[in-house]
């Protein structure tokens, strides 16, 4: 996932993707401490997209308590 298509997402959104990606990544951990994945990049991806939808949401969050001040 971009950054630019995390932009346009909405608060509610992009907790609600947060939520799934978070599920994604222990799904795949789990699978590959099973059994090897096919892709094992792909569960650093998942951690990045993470890491992206976190920042966003913390940066709307600062910016609203900044403009409530």
Do not use: C, W, Y
């Amino acid at each position: 996932m971009k950054n630019s298509e995390i932009i346009e997402l909405s608060t509610e959104e992009l907790a609600a993707k947060l939520g799934e990606e978070k599920q994604t990544l222990t799904k795949l951990k789990f699978a590959h401490a099973v059994s090897a994945i096919e892709n094992p990049s792909r569960i650093t991806k998942v951690r990045k997209d993470i890491a992206r939808l976190t920042t966003e949401l913390t940066k709307r969050k600062a910016e609203a308590a900044t403009a409530k001040n």
